[in-house]
């Protein structure tokens, strides 16, 4: 059974850091992208970064793009989401995904109907 546990959550202030970390457990193979989802209260869910175990890619949503980066430092199950200079309205619900089917970290995998398998969320809290 593939499960996705996803953690690293929490409150801070605005412009600190948190690093989530999404680690997979029961899938045979190196090969697939795993998306960063948020979720805020009344929103739809948005992708805002992807990386892939197999090439190493990795994709931001501009609406993060240099504060948030997404890597597995050479951990073989774990991807982390670095997220730096965080703001209020980054507050939201966050998730991680497998998508098997993608080799690389592109935009056209950032759909949220993209990914077979999620993780259970791990919430983020920016204050002002």
């Known amino acids: 059974e593939v499960q996705l546990q996803a953690c690293g959550g929490g409150l801070v202030q605005a412009g600190g850091s948190l690093r989530l970390s999404c680690t997979v457990s029961?899938?045979?193979?190196?090969?697939?992208?795993i998306g960063w989802f948020r979720q805020a209260p009344g929103k739809e869910r948005e992708g805002v970064a992807c990386?892939?175990?197999?090439?190493?890619?990795?994709y931001v949503a501009d609406s993060v793009k240099g504060r948030f980066t997404t890597s597995s430092y050479n951990d073989k199950n774990t991807v982390h989401l670095q997220m730096n200079s965080l703001k209020p309205e980054d507050t939201a619900v966050y998730y991680c995904?497998?998508?098997?089917?993608?080799?690389?970290?592109?935009?056209?995998?950032?759909?949220?109907?993209?990914?077979?398998?999620w993780g259970q969320g791990t919430l983020v809290t920016v204050s002002s």
């Open positions: 995904a497998l998508d098997p089917s993608y080799l690389s970290a592109t935009p056209q995998a950032m759909g949220v109907g993209e990914y077979d398998y």
């Open positions: 029961g899938f045979a193979w190196d090969n697939y992208v």
């Open positions: 990386f892939s175990k197999n090439d190493g890619s990795s």
